[in-house]
């Protein structure tokens, strides 16, 4: 079955350390995309990447990394500069051809303390 | 700057009504799409229209384009439990492949 995995499902982390939110898909799709959802919020763009070795900035970058050494593969590291990290963090691919219809992943919930 | 507006964000209506959800969105774009969202789940897609006066239809959700207003309505019709959820729209705006999100319209049908 083709689709975008993401793991863990839920992830505890103390303040100050870094942790690695793991994303990858089997669908062939070009570009990845990582976004942030507050309770009761939208989505929002942490950062993306349309090719292997290359990626984007989005809307709230500060305090992640990213790494995509592999088109299935695109890791986000939420690092301790980041303020406030708890959020459900989703992944998402598009293949990029005539448009960019989005195939999400099943999420992370992050929990800092 | 894109910016996506949806209205209303909340939404409580009785079952076997009809009601309209609005996207409306500030630049050029003729690519929108509509996800839906349950609590505490991802986001699944629903309706990709790619063109002025697109019309898609999936049960008792219709949704339509219309690029030149810059407009895009999700129409509930006959409304039942299991369409509570959140409803994003998204458009497809000139910066490459990314999207932007309106900010969800969270519905909740009673019985």
């Known amino acids: 079955d083709g689709g975008i995995t993401q793991s863990p499902k839920y992830l505890f982390r103390k303040e100050g350390q870094n942790v690695t939110l793991s994303c990858e898909q089997n669908?062939?799709?070009?570009?990845m995309y990582w976004y942030r959802q507050d309770p009761g919020q939208g989505l929002r763009l942490i950062y993306y990447?349309?090719?292997?070795?290359?990626?984007q900035k989005g809307d709230i970058a500060e305090g992640y990394s990213v790494s995509r050494e592999k088109k299935e593969s695109f890791p986000l590291t939420v690092t301790s500069a980041q303020k406030n990290p708890t959020a459900f963090y989703l992944c998402?691919?598009?293949?990029?051809?005539?448009?960019?219809?989005?195939?999400f992943g099943p999420g992370t919930r992050l929990t800092v303390t | 700057e894109l910016k996506v507006e949806q209205n209303p964000l909340f939404l409580s209506m009785q079952e076997g009504k009809n009601y309209t959800i609005y996207c409306n969105y500030s630049t050029t774009s003729d690519r929108l799409y509509w996800y839906r969202q349950d609590p505490g789940k991802s986001l699944e897609s629903l309706f990709v229209l790619l063109s002025n006066g697109a019309v898609k239809q999936e049960g008792r959700l219709m949704a339509s384009l219309d690029t030149k207003a810059r407009l895009s309505t999700l129409h509930i019709t006959a409304a039942v439990h299991d369409l509570s959820a959140t409803y994003f729209c998204?458009?497809?705006?000139?910066?490459?492949?990314?999207?932007?999100f309106g900010e969800g319209t969270q519905l909740t049908v009673n019985p």
């Open positions: 998204a458009v497809d705006g000139t910066s490459g492949s990314r999207l932007t």
């Open positions: 669908l062939n799709h070009d570009a």
């Open positions: 998402a691919s598009s293949i990029v051809i005539q448009h960019y219809e989005q195939y």
């Open positions: 990447s349309q090719i292997v070795n290359d990626f």
